[in-house]
C-alpha cells in the first residue's frame, strides 16, 4: 500500500537484544514517523533511520516504517480516522507485535490506538527508557532509569498493553477501604517514586563529593561529549585504555568513566566519557541523568565528538550544542572532533563542519588516524586556558611557593635580590593568594587602582 501521503518503506530485519519484558521470542514491529507541515521527505527519512536504530537496539527487528504526513493533530487518536483504518489495514497484512510512533503519544492517544488497533503501541520516548532500562548497570544508573520509567509510566497505567514493568502487585500491601486495583498502583508508585529519589539523591552526593576532590586538584579536566554511537567511548580507551565496554549501538554508554590521559608535552589531564545525546531525548531522562550529565558542565573544556558517517551529522552537532545549552555550559573552550573519517557519508557536511566551527579535527578512532593531532589540540587548548603567569614572591613567603608547586605546574623558578621570581601555569581558582604578587610583561597591561 502506496500514495502520495501515506508512504511505506520495507526494511530487512535485523539482529538486537530481546526485550525482556515484552516476550520471549523475537518482537516484529511497524514504524510510524509522522512529518509535520512543510517537512522535507529527506529530513522525515533521517528520523526514520534513527527510529529504526532505536527500535533494534532495543531488540525487535523492524518489518517497515511508514511516513505520515500530519497536516492537523487529532486530540483523539493524533492521525485523522483515514490513516487509522489504513494503518489496521497494515496491521491485517503484516500480524506485527508492536506499533512504534517517532512522535511523543499522550496517555490518552495512546489508549485510543491500542483499542483502535487492538495492538501494543508505544512511542519514541518509551523505546529509549527500554534501552536505558536494559543498559543500566550501576547503582546510579539503574535508580535513574528505574526513576523515569516509574514517571513516564504513571500516568499509563490503564492502557491496555503495558509495555514497560509498572509494579503491578510488586510491592506488598493491602488496599484502602473501597480502593481499587488502579488506585492502589498509583499509590504504591508515588511511594517507589518518593523513595528513589532519596536513594539517588545520597548516591548523586557521593558523585558530587568525588567531583570536588578532582576539581581541587590541579589537572585540568575535559568531557567527551556528542551524539549517540559516535565513538565518544572508543576515543576514551584509545586515549587511556580505560577498558570501557564499546558497541556498535546507541546507548551503549550510561555511566560517566574518567580517567587520567597524558599528553606529548608531558602534561596531564582528566577525561570524562559522558552518556550521549539524541534528539528529543524524554524530559524525565533528562531530569534523573542530569549528575551524569554535569561531567560537562564542571569540566574545564569539552571535546564534542561528531560522527562523520551519520547521515544527519551537523543536526547531530546541534542537537548536542542544545543539551550543552540546557546544562548551561556552552561557555567552555571545545574541540569539535570529526570521527569515523573512514566512513564517511557527506563530505560537503564535513567541509562545511571545518568552515563553521574551529578548532575542528579529523579523526578514525577505529584506524587510529588523527589521534596524535587531537592530543596536540588539547595540549593548546589547556594552554590557553592556563597561560603561564609570572609573579614575585617575598623570600620569606615559601609558603606561597609550596602552593605553586601543589596547585600548578612551574616552569621557571629564580632567586633574585628583589625576590622569587615563578613562572608558573596554574588555573584561575588557585589563583586568589597570588594576585599581590603578580608581575606583567611589556604585552600585559597591569589592572589600574581604582
Known amino acids: 500500500m502506496e500514495t502520495d501521503h501515506f508512504e511505506q518503506k520495507e526494511e530487512n530485519s535485523s539482529k538486537g537484544k530481546r526485550i525482556h519484558d515484552i516476550g520471549e521470542d523475537k518482537q516484529k514491529a511497524l514504524l510510524m514517523v509522522i512529518m509535520e507541515n512543510n517537512e522535507e521527505k529527506a529530513h522525515a527519512q ?28 487529532n486530540s483523539a487518536t493524533l492521525i485523522g480516522s483515514g ?70 509510566s504513571l500516568p499509563r497505567l490503564s492502557r491496555r498493553w503495558a509495555n514497560l514493568s509498572q509494579q503491578r502487585g510488586g510491592v506488598k500491601g493491602s488496599k484502602g477501604e473501597g480502593e481499587t486495583q488502579l488506585e492502589l498502583d498509583h499509590r504504591q ?41 559516535s565513538g565518544k567511548s572508543s576515543l576514551l580507551n584509545a586515549l587511556s585504555n580505560a577498558g570501557v ?36 531525548l524524554p524530559h524525565n531522562l533528562v531530569d534523573s541523568f542530569k549528575s551524569t550529565l554535569e561531567e560537562a558542565k564542571y569540566a574545564d573544556f569539552l571535546i564534542i565528538v561528531c560522527d562523520a558517517s551519520h547521515p544527519d551529522m551537523i543536526n547531530c552537532y546541534k542537537t548536542t550544542v542544545k543539551v550543552l545549552e540546557e546544562l548551561g555550559c556552552t561557555d567552555k573552550p571545545a574541540i569539535v572532533m570529526i570521527n569515523k573519517m573512514d566512513a564517511i557519508y557527506d563530505q560537503f557536511a564535513v567541509s562545511r563542519m571545518k568552515s563553521l566551527y574551529s578548532p575542528t579535527v579529523e579523526t578514525s578512532v577505529k584506524n ?60 584561575k581558582r588557585f589563583q586568589g593568594p597570588l594576585e599581590g604578587f603578580r608581575m606583567f610583561t611589556e604585552e600585559e597591561e597591569e589592572p589600574s587602582e581604582e
Request: overall charge negative; proline content about 4%; charged content about 25%.
Open 368 to 427: 587510529n588516524q588523527g589521534i596524535e593531532e587531537l592530543l596536540k589540540q588539547i595540549g593548546e587548548t589547556i594552554h590557553e586556558l592556563c597561560p603561564t603567569t609570572h609573579y614575585r614572591i617575598p623570600d620569606n613567603r615559601y609558603d606561597l611557593i609550596a602552593h605553586i608547586r601543589r596547585t600548578g605546574q612551574v616552569e621557571t623558578l629564580d632567586y633574585t635580590d628583589n625576590g622569587i621570581e615563578v613562572g608558573a601555569r596554574i588555573q
Open 83 to 152: 490513516k487509522v483504518q489504513e494503518i489496521k489495514a497494515l496491521i491485517d497484512q503484516q500480524s506485527p507485535d508492536l506499533i512504534i510512533f517517532d512522535h511523543s503519544l499522550n496517555p490518552r492517544v495512546q489508549r485510543n490506538l491500542e483499542k483502535e488497533f487492538d495492538c501494543c503501541v508505544i512511542d519514541r520516548d518509551e523505546v529509549i527508557l527500554q534501552i536505558f532500562a536494559d543498559r543500566a548497570a550501576t547503582k546510579e544508573s539503574v535508580l535513574q532509569v528505574e526513576l523515569a520509567r516509574l514517571e513516564y
Open 46 to 73: 533521517v528520523r526514520g533511520e534513527e527510529l529504526s536504530s532505536l527500535v533494534e537496539t532495543m531488540g525487535p527487528s523492524v518489518i517497515s516504517t511508514t511516513y505520515i504526513p500530519l497536516r492537523e493533530a
Open 245 to 280: 565496554l564499546v558497541e556498535n549501538k546507541l546507548f551503549a554508554t550510561l555511566d560517566p568513566t574518567t580517567r587520567m590521559v597524558k599528553l606529548p608535552g608531558g602534561e596531564e589531564i582528566l577525561l570524562s566519557d559522558t552518556v550521549g545525546f539524541v534528539s528529543d
Open 189 to 229: 508508585i508515588k511511594d517507589k517514586i518518593v523513595l528513589l529519589k532519596t536513594q539517588l539523591k545520597k548516591v548523586q552526593q557521593q558523585r558530587t563529593i568525588q567531583r570536588n576532590q578532582r576539581m581541587n586538584g590541579n589537572v585540568p579536566m575535559g568531557a567527551i561529549v556528542g551524539y549517540t554511537n
